[in-house]
C-alpha cells in the first residue's frame, strides 16, 4: 500500500504544480474601459465581466470568457443610445460574450481567436491585445473591428464596421 500512495502523491503534487504558473486573473470591473466607435456613433459599455486564465510566458494555456451588458450602452446622447440598444437587441440578447479558442504571442502582444455571440449570433473573431503586469495587477488592452451585419445588425444607419476598444484592469485572484 505505501508503494502505492507515494506515486500518487507525486502525481497530484505534478498535476496541480502544473497548473500553479497560470494566474487567474480578476478585472476591477468599476475601472474596465470598453468603448466602441463606427462611421457618426461611438459610446462605451459597462458592466464588463471576466474570467481571465493567462501568463505571458504560456499564452498557449490562456482561457479567456467575458460577458458585457448590453443595456449598458452609452452614446453620451439619448437618442443614439436607444438606437444602439435596440439594434443590438438589448430586450432579447442582454448579453454580448467572447469565449477564446486559442490565444497566441503575436509581435509585441498578443492574439486572442475566439467566439463572439451578439444578438443570438455567434462568430469566429481575434482580439489583438497585449498585457502589462506589475506584480499582481496588471492591464490588459486591446482592439478588434466587428462587422455588425456578421450579427445580423441592419438597422438603417448602423456602420459597416464597429471598433471596439478594450483597457481593463485585473488584479491576481
Not at 65 to 86: L, R
Amino acid at each position: 500500500m505505501k508503494k502505492l500512495i507515494l506515486p500518487a502523491v507525486i502525481v497530484l503534487f505534478t498535476s496541480l504544480s502544473a497548473f500553479a504558473f497560470f494566474a487567474n486573473w480578476k478585472v476591477k470591473a468599476d475601472a474596465a474601459e470598453v468603448t466602441f466607435e463606427g462611421h457618426r456613433v461611438s459610446g462605451s459599455f459597462t458592466g464588463l465581466k471576466a474570467e481571465i486564465v493567462f501568463d505571458k510566458d504560456h499564452p498557449e494555456a490562456a482561457k479567456i470568457s467575458a460577458t458585457i451588458d448590453v443595456t449598458t450602452a452609452s452614446t453620451g446622447f439619448f437618442i443614439k443610445t436607444s438606437h444602439v440598444k435596440s439594434a443590438l437587441g438589448a430586450d432579447d440578447y442582454p448579453t454580448i460574450k467572447f469565449e477564446s479558442t486559442s490565444v497566441a504571442k503575436s509581435g509585441s502582444g498578443y492574439i486572442a481567436n475566439g467566439k463572439l455571440t451578439m444578438k443570438g449570433k455567434t462568430n469566429p473573431e481575434a482580439i489583438h491585445f497585449t498585457f502589462d503586469e506589475k506584480g499582481s495587477e496588471g492591464t490588459f488592452k486591446g482592439d478588434f473591428k466587428v462587422v455588425p451585419a456578421k450579427y445580423g445588425i441592419d438597422r438603417n444607419g448602423t456602420p459597416p464596421e464597429v471598433t471596439i476598444h478594450l483597457s481593463v484592469p485585473v488584479s491576481k485572484g
